[in-house]
């Protein structure tokens, strides 16, 4: 190996998760790498737009509760949430918004000095705290990144991780990566936190960056761990429509547009969500995603449009972000209606993790996108998802402090680390098979073609690259998503199956969940993880 670094705590990422969990393991007194493959802020966190939903009890709609608040996540999960997962991460929401405070973010306020709320698809109350209109995540990745600049904690920039090491115990103790010149190095570490956010790069239209390909996943998966709900990839409903399709990462037209009054409405100017959903416009995103790809194919027109001319010209200060956004297209949101499509946005799946970050593996925790915690379901609520990373991230960095306290971790070196050789598919017949066969509506027929095209065009090569890894990564996940979306032979949630249109709740309220044998195949446990209402 060229190279080699060491840590107590190894983070995995930079987006909120994992910059929250570095933050909080240094307080603890951990000593903590970072690394990031591309820069810093390259991640998902900086495109988030809609804000953070958390109920504080100091600052409230009348009515409002944190009762409520997991009544609306269970409800938007579609009977998959784990209610203890729910109750205790929204139950730390509070708590970990002032931390981020702290650390310097700034929110906007109302005219009464309180945090402005605003209201997104599936609450029932105004509780979606945000920042410059609809640049939350921006600023929540400016203030935790530079509370790690100043706090001097380490940042590996334009460093990949190509995989995990373990020990003799098969605990985790480090990772074989690559810096920007591809040479190989060993970060030795016997806690690593996978905070890699999420998966959309394994469809040609997403929300996502280009950093978001999956790796946590294959990482884990790898290494031993198990994933679960993979199938439940929440397409966004509104991205901005350009001529030709949607393609490569698509500006989003945030939820919160919605929120202060913006309907959709289809060519010929008909309301979509009337008669769909109680919440019409502000339906969980798996029925106005269904809804707008319904009415898309009943006009024979790919798109629909969001009216949101009965803001008026406050849109622009509200919605900076999407307003130059539709500018940059030749289009003006405050006199005219904005052309809107569905892109892969959020898993709801990953890694199986405990709400403090544990994962089956030892050594091993995950927090964020990649993560798998019981919170989000068959469909994430709303602005749920940086709160996660907020919670999680800080619970997990406490879990890997206590894991050391008690010697459960493993802090032997690992053996001789070799560059693995992994099946790789070209990114661009992935991407559009991923599109074609295991978008919003999908059957058996469907997926066993794009398990079939998949499988023909895969081909073994050394992982040497940045991009090799994540064409691995890329692969795998998609293998493991399309079992896991053959399986459930049922309709729940963001996983819609035209040849099983119903949800079957006496067979399938439960999670896929899936790990690699021995000899790298994939294998379906044999139960799952139950989800009840208790």
């Not at 289809?266 to 769909?276: A, Q, Y």
């Not at 068959?378 to 050391?404: H, I, P, Q, Y």
């Not at 499988?455 to 991009?467: G, K, M, N, S």
């Amino acid at each position: 190996m060229s190279w080699e670094a060491g840590a107590d705590l190894l983070v995995v990422g930079t987006g909120v998760a994992g910059l929250t969990a570095a933050l909080r393991a240094r307080e603890l007194g951990l000593r903590v790498l970072v690394v990031s493959k591309d820069s810093a802020s390259a991640g998902n966190t900086s495109w988030a737009q809609g804000g953070i939903a958390v109920v504080r009890p100091d600052e409230l709609d009348p009515g409002d509760s944190l009762r409520k608040h997991v009544e609306d996540t269970l409800t938007a999960g579609a009977g998959l949430c784990s209610r203890p997962a729910v109750r205790d991460i929204l139950a730390d929401g509070a708590e970990a918004i002032a931390r981020l405070r702290a650390a310097g973010a700034r929110f906007d306020l109302g005219a009464d000095g309180e945090l402005a709320r605003t209201r997104e698809g599936g609450h029932s109350a105004f509780r979606v705290i945000h920042s410059g209109g609809d640049a939350t995540g921006a600023e929540v990745q400016r203030a935790l990144s530079e509370a790690v600049r100043g706090g001097g904690i380490p940042v590996l920039e334009q460093h990949c991780v190509v995989e995990l090491l373990r020990g003799d115990s098969g605990a985790v103790v480090g990772a074989l990566a690559m810096d920007s010149q591809s040479r190989p190095g060993v970060l030795h570490a016997p806690a690593v936190l996978l905070a890699t956010g999420g998966l959309g790069q394994l469809y040609a239209a997403t929300t996502n960056p280009e950093v978001s390909t999956a790796d946590g996943i294959a990482l884990a998966l790898r290494s031993g761990a198990s994933v679960a709900d993979l199938e439940f990839v929440q397409f966004h409903p509104t991205v901005l429509y350009t001529p030709g399709g949607p393609r490569g990462r698509r500006p989003l037209i945030t939820e919160a547009v919605r929120g202060e009054g913006a309907v959709l409405v289809d060519v010929h100017g008909r309301r979509v969500m009337e008669g769909e959903h109680p919440l019409a416009d502000l339906a969980p995103r798996d029925v106005v995603s269904a809804a707008i790809n319904k009415r898309a194919a009943e006009t024979g027109v790919e798109h629909v449009f969001l009216d949101a001319t009965s803001i008026g010209p406050g849109f622009v200060e509200r919605f900076p972000t999407v307003y130059a956004a539709c500018q940059a297209a030749g289009i003006d949101p405050v006199r005219e209606p904005i052309p809107v499509a569905s892109a892969a946005h959020y898993s709801c799946g990953g890694v199986v993790s405990s709400v403090d970050g544990r994962t089956t593996v030892t050594g091993l925790y995950a927090a964020g996108e990649v993560a798998c915690t019981g919170l989000h379901g068959a469909n994430r609520l709303a602005s749920n998802s940086l709160l996660e990373g907020l919670v999680v991230g800080g619970r997990a960095a406490e879990a890997v402090a206590k894991d050391l306290c008690c010697g459960l971790l493993n802090r032997k070196a690992p053996g001789a680390a070799v560059q693995p050789a992994m099946a790789v598919v070209d990114r661009d017949l992935l991407q559009r098979t991923m599109s074609r066969y295991v978008g919003i509506g999908r059957d058996d027929e469907g997926l066993a073609e794009a398990t079939r095209i998949l499988d023909r065009a895969a081909i073994v090569r050394p992982l040497r690259t940045r991009q090799a890894v994540e064409d691995s990564s890329l692969a795998l996940t998609a293998q493991a998503l399309l079992a896991a979306a053959r399986q459930r032979a049922e309709s729940r949630g963001c996983h819609r199956r035209t040849d099983f249109p119903d949800t079957d709740d006496l067979r399938w309220r439960r999670s896929t969940v899936l790990r690699l044998d021995a000899s790298g195949f994939l294998i379906h446990t044999a139960a799952g993880i139950v989800r009840t209402a208790a």
